[in-house]
């Protein structure tokens, strides 16, 4: 299920080219940043400016780094990421961790989700709490040369059913 078009469909009646990713598959594909998704995603790049703190989403060779209006639109949950003063699309950060899904829309997008774009679009939705039970998930990483990466999510609920709150980290 995709929410390419603002609502849940199968991903092949989507009229459009979508590549969609789970929250298993970001895990199993051993997805922890934005150059790894670059590495999943066929025409997908990343520009970065700034090192690894930030940078804009390229596509199809379309990136915008000569205009202050960014090709590839970024949701975070739905909502428009900002652009700072530079131009540079601070949502494309280093982290992907505790998501629900990730899925890119290739060509042309129009005002759909809140701005259009000209080379597609990237969609990026949050874990939601669970409403019903405590639940807490991590994850720990050790590398060669100092190398440590640790995770954690916790949902809670407050009212059973109606209200929880999740926090990541």
Known sequence: MVTA????????DVPQAVTAMTAEQLQREQASDQNDLQQK????SIASRFGQTGGTYGMRGLSGQSTSTPTVG??????P????????????GPSMY??????VLKGPQGTLF???STAGAVLITPAAPNLNEFKAS???ALGNLGYFQGTLAVSVPIIDGVL????AG
Request: charged share 30%; hydrophobic share 35%.
């Open 114 to 116: 809140g701005r259009s």
């Open 41 to 44: 995603v066929q025409s997908l």
């Open 5 to 12: 078009r603002r609502r849940d469909e199968r991903l092949k």
């Open 74 to 79: 970024t949701y975070f949950a739905e909502i």
């Open 164 to 167: 929880a709150i999740r926090a």
């Open 138 to 140: 991590g994850g720990l």
């Open 98 to 103: 505790d998501l629900e899904s990730v899925q």
């Open 81 to 92: 990421t900002p652009t700072n003063n530079l131009g540079i699309d601070t949502s494309a």
